[in-house]
């Protein structure tokens, strides 16, 4: 049995939390992945970002950080580049190698490329880019995109919630369609496959026994982030890790 280690372990916060409750990251000695609401992506102040993450390399904590969501067939796809390159910076002052974002549904082949020059600009700043599947009903438009670039700096994150509450496929069987390492990082919340309800680990319907035995069965070594709406959600998350011998 493969456990996580403790360096691969993340808890999403928004930016605001992640500024306010500074301490309780002291706390749990946890990374973090810092989810970028889309209405502060414009008025950060770099100052204010960059003393957190002096205080957090003090501390030895990674963070990476959650792009804010948007629908490119509904805001344009000119406003998901931005978005993209203003989440690059925040990444830069925050100290962060990764960005995960939504790729929201099918993009039509001469969209595609977009990401050509996504990855591009990620590899000149160091920057890896994960795709995350959010309410498609299959992996297909993902590992699209993830083909047709094929860079080492683009690559996916698999939301298990999402998953089993949009895709067609149990969340196991949909792992293998990931080829070879294209998943580097996974996030973790559970639901009734009714709505995606972020409940802690354990208190939904999600298989995750089986989940972590068919990725025991893969050469995968991704990160791993717990997406809870609250603090209990966070200890419940770890705790059940714990009893069910991941952590
Ligand atoms: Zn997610």
Redesign the pocket.
């Known amino acids: 049995m493969k456990k996580i280690q403790k360096n691969k372990l993340f808890i999403q916060i928004t930016y605001r939390d992640l500024l306010e409750k500074l301490w309780l990251i002291y706390l749990f000695k946890v990374n973090c992945e810092v989810y970028l609401d889309p209405a502060k992506i414009n008025s950060y102040n770099i100052d204010e970002i960059e003393r957190a993450a002096k205080l957090l390399d003090k501390r030895g904590i990674s963070r990476r950080v959650h792009a804010p969501v948007c629908d490119p067939n509904k805001e344009g796809f000119d406003k998901y580049k931005e978005i993209y390159y203003k989440t690059s910076r925040f990444c830069k002052h925050l100290g962060a190698d990764t960005i995960v974002m939504h790729v929201e549904g099918y993009w039509r082949e001469e969209h595609v490329y977009i990401w050509k020059e996504i990855a591009d600009f990620a590899d000149e700043n160091s920057i890896t880019v994960l795709l995350?599947n959010h309410q498609e009903i299959s992996a297909k438009p993902i590992i699209k995109i993830l083909t047709a670039i094929n860079s080492d700096r683009l690559k996916a994150c698999f939301?298990v919630g999402?998953f089993y509450v949009f895709a067609e496929k149990s969340v196991t069987l949909l792992l293998s369609d990931y080829a070879g390492d294209l998943i580097k990082e996974i996030?973790l919340s559970d639901n009734l496959g009714d709505m995606d309800s972020h409940l802690p680990l354990g208190k939904g319907k999600i298989d995750f026994l089986s989940f972590f035995e068919a990725l025991d069965k893969t050469s995968l070594d991704p990160y791993y982030t717990l997406?809870a709406k609250d603090l209990s959600g966070i200890i419940k998350g770890i705790l059940y890790l714990k009893r069910i011998g991941r952590l």
Do not use: G, V
Request: charged share 60%; net charge negative.
């Open positions: 995350e939301d999402h996030h997406e």
